[in-house]
């Protein structure tokens, strides 16, 4: 996370429709922690660059003209999307390097990065993008990756903000970031922990006592510093992936944390939150450190 004061939200787009929904959604965040809002356009290669075609061939001319064309654009679709929240201080940048690499340098100083689920590079309706794949994985800030569609809006605006607890450091991470979101939102928390029998040799009331002992002592502290917050406790035996997911169906954001305990309840980026980001039609945020 950046030193500065109130580090930018920092999203990238490629004129997809999901980055579209990403980036309005990084455009309230930002204005709600008034923070500014920075844009990424990345040019990178054509796709049909290849061995025949060498690079002072290519007209980045156009590629660059059509980076301008589409932060003039997102420029004002934040603006609008903002402005029932406040005013919003932004910046767009049109970079000669793929996406990837230019934003995960950027994460290095920014309070959030926004991606949508995927771009113009996705070839079938659900598959996971590229950048939001990789960004997820190797961001230096929390990541939050916006659905193509927002039709969940209509009956989840009012919804709490999800959070899957174990335990683990980067649990306590986002343990944090969705009670900063909670709040700014104006919403409650919904904490969820889950556990199993497997390779457990204690009986079940035994192990549901350990895992609400648990989590309350992961949420020590949080009532005191959001006293207005309303916060639910969700302790069951279950999968963490499918518990979460069906959380999700009233919730109006996921955090999940990037890696956990890899014991108790699992909570780690490559299984259940992989599972989760591929299966959620919610915004879910990975609160890497």
């Known amino acids: 996370m950046s030193t500065n ?3 930018p939200v920092l999203v990238g787009i490629d004129g997809s429709e999901t980055a579209t929904e990403a980036l309005r959604w990084a455009a309230v965040d930002a204005a709600r922690h008034r923070a500014p809002l920075h844009i990424v356009y990345g040019i990178g290669a054509p796709m049909d660059f290849g061995p025949g075609i060498a690079f002072d061939q290519i007209d980045y001319d156009v590629y660059r003209a059509a980076g301008a064309a589409a932060v003039d654009t997102a420029r004002a679709d934040a603006t609008a999307a903002a402005a029932p929240v406040g005013d919003l201080d932004i910046t767009t940048f049109v ?3 793929p996406p990837i690499p230019v934003l995960l340098d950027r994460s290095k100083d920014a ?3 926004v991606v949508g689920t995927r771009g113009l590079g996705a ?3 659900g598959l996971l993008g590229s950048v ?3 960004v997820a994985r190797h961001a230096h800030c929390p990541v939050a990756v916006i659905p193509e569609t927002e039709n969940y809006k209509a009956d989840r605006l009012l919804g709490p903000v999800l959070v899957g607890v174990d335990g683990s450091p980067s649990a306590t991470r986002a343990i944090e970031v969705a009670f900063d979101q909670a709040a700014h939102r104006e919403v409650g928390v919904r904490a969820v922990l ?3 029998e497997f390779n457990r040799y204690i009986p079940r009331d035994a192990m549901q006592k350990e895992a609400e002992e648990l989590l309350s002592e992961s949420l020590v502290g949080y009532a005191d510093q959001y ?3 309303e916060v639910e406790r969700v302790v069951v035996e279950d999968r963490p992936a499918r518990c979460l997911l069906a959380e999700a169906e009233y919730a109006q954001l996921i955090v999940l944390g990037s890696r956990g305990r890899g014991g108790f309840a699992g909570m780690t980026l490559g299984s259940v939150s992989q599972a989760v980001l591929h299966a959620t039609d ?3 945020i990975i609160a890497r450190p």
């Open 95 to 97: 970079v000669d390097a």
């Open 123 to 125: 070839f079938r309706r």
């Open 111 to 113: 309070r959030m990065l």
């Open 5 to 7: 004061r109130n580090p």
């Open 282 to 284: 919610c915004p879910l």
């Open 132 to 134: 939001s794949t990789a």
């Open 227 to 229: 006293p207005d917050l």
């Open 194 to 196: 889950t556990w199993s």
